[in-house]
């Protein structure tokens, strides 16, 4: 029997599930459609290793905004986020950097590498509370069309630039940060590379690319954006399924409904319109909207289909860049980590549970010229985080989980398959690991292994590219995923899109969920007349 709705959701990724959760507290009827067995698409938790739970694909919490956190209750939803208290960055000399929340202790640790830069923090840190300030209202914007010459594009540019007229001089600083490399940004204050390196290197997470390439720098701020929850990065304890199911908590109690393991194999499109969907199985909902949490290009190359699309919009689509380098190892171990450079009260944190193994600029660049020229990185860049050094619902009494994220892996080799090369690229990142912390590897029981390819078939990601594409300046706002459609609207009336394909891009942030929701609550009343 054919069911109807006001709106499906195809995807129960926590963007997916935010939309449904705005929309159902705007009083629709909503029912989430996800493909896999569990909720949270790339923030999800899964029992890997059996009694090992662990945060398959996103491994900390930090770049949700308070809005979206306030507005869905999350707290008050099941959501617990376990801080970390900054970044412990170990040196070439044997020594370390800490990006710690304390300035001073940041501080400190710059000035055993160079004074100035130990002072020249203060003023970056002012700079980019500023910048990220400015820069997180804009990614709740709903990107305007440029290319339009219609009243309401004119209206949405010049309310757009109305808002934003306060930036006036710091136009030019924000203009650095949407073109330069990190690298180049971060020159302007710090002299030191170990120091550059400590601060830039989530510019090349998730990201076919390095500090030194043209764009990063946007990436650097990207990752800055959120933080301003009153902590920094943290662990959702019980992993990051924990946050989708707070979201799914937070719609649930207004009524919204989640079916699993119903992968839409069609999106039903009846004189240019969208009026339901098609599962794998054979089943049929009818909905007066349809919004697709699954990638853009998975929406509309397999679900939606060329004959009720323009051309122009699939050559676009096309060159929407996913090609990704990025791999995580989840890892079920009898020890924690044990770093040698790790001092405790000179860090100041009792243990490092968020580590960045990449010593200097030098490294990332090698790192990535490895994976330019078609091979996994001889020696590649690692963030380890513990989840159980604070987490104890994760992993058997005693026992751990350390999930180790990384770049770069090529989605594709260049004269060589994955699979003759998985053991020996474990054998690379372990080599890497034991040399900071001699015999983390002999400690370990088991561990999933996702290389870019994993990642699509598993989560669903093109390309196996974490935030669905490229977040470099020219995949962002109104050319995100395409242009013409970055609205959160489709070729096809009642098509809307909020996924991370979307505007402003990858993180656990939840926006693009909640801007495509306030999208759809716009057209709803005509929707509505439409479908009566
Ligand atoms: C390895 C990795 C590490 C990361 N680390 C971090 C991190 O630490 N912190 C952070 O903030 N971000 C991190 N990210 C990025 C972040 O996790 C993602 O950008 C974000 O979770 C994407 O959310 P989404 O809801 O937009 O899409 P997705 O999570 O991709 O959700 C899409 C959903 O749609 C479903 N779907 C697809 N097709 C269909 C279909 N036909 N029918 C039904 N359902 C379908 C999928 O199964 C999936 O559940 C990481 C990502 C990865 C992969």
Redesign the pocket.
Known sequence: MTQRYDAII?????????CGAYLAKAGLKVLV????HI??????TEEVVPGFHM??????????PKRVIDELELFANGLEILPCKGIFHPTDDGGAIVVHDDQAITQKSFARLSRRDAESYADYNAYMADATSVVREMMFETPFDPSRRDWRSYKDMASFAWRYRKIGGRFFRLADLFTMSSYDFLSQWFENDAIKCALGYQSS??TFGGLKSPGSAYILLHHALAHDVGVG?GFAKGG?GAVSAAILNAGAKHGMTLKTG????KVIVKDGRAVG?A??SGEIYEAKLIA????AK??FE??VGAEHLPAEMLKDLARFRTFST???LNIACETLPTYKAFDAQACGMDYPDFTHLAPDIDYMERAFDDAKYGWYSKRPFLSP?TPTARDNTLAPKGKHVVNI?GGHAPYELKNGVWANERENFVKTVMAVMDEHAPGFSSSIIDMQV?LPPD?EEI???PG?????GEITPDQLFFKRPVPHYADYRSPVAGLYQ????THP?????GI??RNAAREILKDWPRLKRQAA
């Open positions: 195809i995807g129960a990724g926590h963007n997916g599930l935010a459609l996800e493909r896999r909720i949270g698409g790339a923030a999800a945060s398959l694909a996103s491994y900390l919490l930090g770049m949700m997470v998730g990065w990051m119903a992968p839409v194999a969907v599962t794998a697709s949490n699954a990638h998975l929406l397999k679900l990025a791999f995580k985080v994220f996702l990642l989560i669903g990601l196996g590219h974490i935030f669905h909020c996924g991370s394909s891009g990858g993180g656990v942030t693009p969920g």
